[in-house]
C-alpha cells in the first residue's frame, strides 16, 4: 500500500461509512470519486437523523410541549455548531437554508430590493468570475436583468487562475457586489481571497464567497476572509441534502429585507403591513429544514473530532499524489493548476478524443465513481475549447489505493476505444 506523509487512517475512517462497503456491478468494489458533487455520510450522521425522527420530531419554535422543545434545541444547537466551525462573531448571523444556491439568490435577492447604500440597480456593476458554478452566475444574471446593473467578471488564465491583472478595470467605484468561489469546483483552483476583498473594500463593495467546496476540506474562518456573506452546503462536508448555510454580518442583515414570506420571519403581522423577526429567523420563513440540521450539525462534530487542518493535509497529499500518477497516462490534460500548490481536491481532465461520458461510463463498469459534464461551469469548458470533462474529487476516506484504481481504469478505457 502507497504510504504519503500526512494522511490520515483512511481505512479506520472508512469504517464510520457504510456506502464504501458496496459492491456494485455485482462484484465490483466501489471507488468513490465524486466527493466534489456529493460525500458519503457516516454513521454518526445516519444515526442522529434517525435518532431525531424516532424521538425527538416536531416543528420548532413556538411549541411548548415537550417535543416541540427538543426539536427546537437541537435544531438551534445545530446553529451553535455551524457558528463555531465557521468561527462566526454571532450565532444569529448564520441562517439556514435548503443549499448554497439557495443562499446565493438569497443574498442577489436582497441587493436587489434593498435601500441606499446596498440596492443594485442601473448605476451600479456586480462582479464575479468565469470559473462560477452555475449557482453564482444566474442570480447575479437575474439581478443584472430585473435592474439594469452592468455584470462584469474576471476571465481565466490558460493555467486555470483568475487573471487578476485588471482587477482596478473590473471593481470599480460603481462595484456594488463582487461574488466569488473561494474553491473551484471544476478547475480546482484555491483563489487569492485577500487581494480580492482589498479591492473590494478600498471602492465600498460588498463580498460574498461561496465557500462550498471549501467548508468541507480545509478551517474556515469567516472573520479572517473578511467577507461580508459566505455560502455553503451540507451534503459535500458529510452532512444530510437539504441543508445549506449562509453567513452575513450582523449589521447587513439588520439592514437588509427579507428574500421570502410567511411563517417564523415575522414580528407582527397585520391585514395591512408586517414587521419582520430579527436574524437569523427574518430569513428563515417557513418550517425550516430541521432534521437536516440536526444532521449537519454531527456531521461539524465528526469532522470536528478529526480536525479540519488533518483533512486538508490528507487532500493535499492525495492531491499531489494523483497529479503525479495522473501524468503518466497518456493523453491525459488536466484541465487547471497542474500542481498540488493552491489547489483543492478536485481534478479535472480530458482523456485525448475520448468523449468524457465515455470515459466515466467505462470507469463506472470497473467500480470507478466520477463525475462527467461541464459541472455547472459551462463557461470554464467554453475558456479552454472543451465539450466537457472527467472529474475525479477526494475527501477524508479517499485513499492512494483509490488513485491508482482511477489510473489502471483510465488504461482500460485507452484501450477499449484502441
Given amino acids: 500500500m502507497t504510504q504519503l506523509p500526512g494522511l490520515l487512517d483512511a481505512e479506520a475512517i472508512r469504517k464510520d461509512f457504510p456506502i464504501l462497503d458496496r459492491l456494485v456491478h455485482d462484484d465490483r468494489k466501489l471507488v468513490y470519486l465524486d466527493n466534489a458533487a456529493t460525500s458519503q455520510k457516516p454513521r454518526q450522521v445516519l444515526d442522529a437523523l434517525s435518532e431525531y425522527y424516532e424521538r425527538h420530531n416536531a416543528n420548532v419554535h413556538r411549541g411548548v410541549h415537550v417535543l416541540a422543545e427538543e426539536a427546537t434545541a437541537l435544531y438551534e444547537g445545530a446553529r451553535d455548531k455551524v457558528a463555531a466551525f465557521i468561527n462566526a462573531p454571532s450565532r444569529d448571523e448564520v441562517i439556514f437554508t435548503k443549499n448554497a444556491s439557495e443562499s446565493l439568490n438569497l443574498v442577489a435577492n436582497m441587493l436587489g430590493w434593498a435601500d441606499e447604500p446596498y440596492r443594485v440597480d442601473h448605476e451600479t456593476e456586480i462582479v464575479i468570475t468565469e470559473m462560477e458554478h452555475h449557482s453564482n452566475i444566474v442570480p447575479w444574471q437575474l439581478l443584472a436583468q430585473r435592474t439594469g446593473a452592468k455584470l462584469k467578471w474576471f476571465g481565466l488564465t490558460d493555467d486555470g487562475r483568475l487573471d487578476l491583472s485588471n482587477i482596478d478595470e473590473i471593481i470599480t467605484e460603481k462595484t456594488k457586489i463582487v461574488s466569488f468561489v473561494l474553491v473551484s469546483n471544476i478547475l480546482g483552483t484555491v483563489n487569492p481571497v485577500e487581494a480580492i476583498v ?160 465515455d470515459v466515466g461510463q467505462v470507469l463506472d463498469e470497473q467500480g470507478i465513481a466520477v463525475r462527467v459534464g461541464h459541472h455547472c461551469a459551462r463557461p470554464v469548458c467554453l475558456r479552454y475549447g472543451i465539450p466537457a470533462t472527467t472529474r475525479a474529487s477526494f475527501y477524508l476516506y479517499s485513499t492512494p489505493a483509490e488513485i491508482d484504481a482511477l489510473v489502471d481504469g483510465l488504461e482500460h478505457v485507452r484501450n477499449f476505444f484502441g
Avoid at 297 to 310: E, F, N, P
Fill in 198 to 357: 482589498r479591492r473590494a473594500q478600498e471602492v465600498g463593495a460588498l463580498v460574498c464567497i461561496d465557500a462550498s467546496q471549501a467548508a468541507p476540506h480545509m478551517p474556515m474562518d469567516v472573520q479572517a476572509l473578511q467577507a461580508d456573506f459566505v455560502a455553503f452546503t451540507g451534503h459535500k462536508m458529510c452532512g444530510p441534502t437539504g441543508i445549506g448555510v449562509l453567513w452575513g454580518r450582523q449589521e447587513l442583515l439588520e439592514d437588509l429585507p427579507p428574500f421570502l414570506g410567511g411563517g417564523e420571519m415575522i414580528e407582527t403581522v397585520s391585514m395591512h403591513s408586517s414587521t419582520y423577526a430579527p436574524a437569523p429567523h427574518k430569513f428563515e420563513a417557513g418550517t425550516p429544514p430541521i432534521a437536516q440540521a440536526v444532521g449537519l450539525g454531527a456531521a461539524i462534530d465528526y469532522l470536528s473530532a478529526i480536525g479540519m487542518d488533518k483533512i486538508l493535509a490528507h487532500e493535499h497529499a492525495l492531491t499531489e499524489y494523483a497529479v503525479k500518477r495522473l501524468a503518466e497516462v497518456p493523453g491525459l490534460r488536466i484541465i487547471g493548476p497542474t500542481t498540488a500548490e493552491d489547489r483543492g481536491a478536485a481534478i479535472s481532465f480530458t482523456l485525448g478524443d475520448i468523449h468524457p461520458h
